[in-house]
């Protein structure tokens, strides 16, 4: 079942923070990040695992609440590079699949 | 030194043709797939592919078909192509399954007149 991403869009002007977040309604297993830049691919971000693990480099890092079934993607003091399509990507224990969100628009600007 | 190719990068045509999509990955990576974009973005798994075995989304319609040449390349065939098949096309590869970061192609955007 696809996972459900909040918000759908947001705009934020250079140097402020953003919050993803990434729901599911099945236990989760792993969660998967990317960005996809306007008419471009979609680029991998991280990986999470279940253990309730907090990965990041740099000024971007998630957070994965297996109590919640919920992913966050935290982006901190934005940068106009950041702008792009974030979707979320879950998959199952035995998955061989990943199941993609429905995408967050996030724009930065200057 | 591309990882991940596509081709064509455009593909016009006329509803009812069949068309292919080639993918090509010099990553050397065991898993392939392919995904449609629609024009709201919903990036949906139609197939994944290693030496060993093929998985299909089961939503997705019998005119499409993957076809894997070697293990650095999956094609894709769709017959009597539909309106509703216009979007846009990713080739994606990954190393031991999608548990780990997958690489993606361009892209190749199918509109079907």
């Known amino acids: 079942q696809q996972p459900v991403q909040s918000p759908q869009a947001v705009i934020l002007r250079e140097g402020e923070d953003a919050v993803i977040n990434c729901s599911s309604s099945?236990?989760?297993?792993?969660v998967h990040w990317y960005r996809q830049k306007h008419g471009e691919a979609p680029v991998f971000l991280m990986i999470?695992?279940?253990?309730?693990e907090q990965k990041g480099h740099e000024k971007i890092s998630a957070s994965f609440n297996e109590k919640k079934q919920q992913s966050s993607l935290y982006l901190t003091a934005s940068q106009l590079s950041y702008s792009g399509t974030y979707f979320c990507?879950?998959?199952?224990?035995?998955?061989?699949?990943?199941?993609f969100g429905s995408g967050t628009q996030l724009t930065v600007l200057p | 030194d591309t990882a991940v190719s596509q081709t064509p990068k455009y593909l016009v045509t006329q509803m009812g043709n069949d068309k292919s999509i080639k993918c090509e990955q010099n990553?050397?990576?065991?898993?392939m797939y392919w995904y449609k974009q629609d024009s709201k973005k919903f990036l949906k798994i139609m197939f994944s592919?290693?030496?060993?075995?093929?998985?299909i989304n089961e939503t997705v319609p019998n005119r499409f078909s993957p076809k894997s040449p070697d293990k650095a390349h999956l094609n894709l065939h769709i017959n009597s192509l539909e309106l509703g098949d216009s979007a846009v096309y990713f080739c994606?590869?990954?190393?031991?399954?999608?548990?780990?970061?997958?690489?993606f192609g361009p892209g190749t955007r199918l509109t079907v007149l």
């Open positions: 994606a590869s990954s190393q031991g399954g999608a548990m780990f970061e997958q690489f």
């Open positions: 099945k236990a989760l297993y792993s």
């Open positions: 999470l695992l279940k253990g309730g």
């Open positions: 990507g879950l998959g199952a224990g035995s998955a061989r699949q990943l199941t």
């Open positions: 990553l050397g990576h065991d898993t």
């Open positions: 592919y290693n030496n060993k075995e093929l998985i």
